[in-house]
């Protein structure tokens, strides 16, 4: 299982989003890390084919994802950071329109239904309006609905966004015992997220990639001198060390 973007340049008029980007996602959680504007929505929105690139190519095992089409679709799974829902629906109603959507049929509708909403822990509230959920229950229910068919390319926008520490927490961890058999792809500005679960970190700034390694690959590059104070360095300190202003 590989996903490989190559060369892949996206612009908005005189604004490069992402620019030559080449990069090879094999299965495990790659958390991705960047200011507003760095390019990390960018290359979820091409990836999911949301937006059109204006060069590259993005591969699945070796075959363009926009001749796969509707085969590539269906192993993908997309969770958006916007929270817009049909608010009028409840939460069961919506997922199983959902599931319709990615091409599920018969009994497997409800079998996947039912698993999802237990995953995220709202199979009691499955009958309540959208509307009436906070912003914590809606983020895991965009959660939730990319999950539907089992996803072999899970991309998760600001997953964790809205949900209180002991949520967080749960979440964090299920999405770290799907990454076994999944390429996972999770952008987030809460950098201790991404410490705790991912294989390999990305730190994006202005379209490319500023530095990439394990979390304590990217520690060790901080050099001694950077710091007068002497305490345990975290990912928050690369953060700041590579794209702070």
Known sequence: MELRLEHVTKRYGNLTALSDFTMTFMPGIYGILGANGAGKSTMMNLITDNIKRD?????????EILELGDAFRSILGYMPQQQGMYEHMTADSFLTYIARLKGLKGR??????????????LQEQRHKKLAEYS?????????????????????????????DPRERV?????????????IVLLATHI????ESIADQVILMKKGKIEQM???AELIARIPAEWTPIAYRLSLEDVYMYFLGD
């Open 55 to 63: 060069e590259g190519a993005i591969l699945y095992d070796g075959k």
């Open 108 to 121: 497997t509708v409800r079998e996947q239904v039912d698993h999802v909403l237990g995953l995220v822990n």
């Open 135 to 163: 912003g914590g229950m809606k983020q895991r229910i965009l959660l939730s609905q990319a999950l539907l068919g089992d996803p072999q390319v899970l991309i998760l926008d600001e997953p964790t966004a809205g949900l």
């Open 170 to 182: 749960r979440i964090r961890n299920f999405i770290h015992e799907l990454s076994k058999e999944r």
């Open 191 to 194: 950098v201790s997220d991404i």
């Open 213 to 215: 390694g394990t979390p």
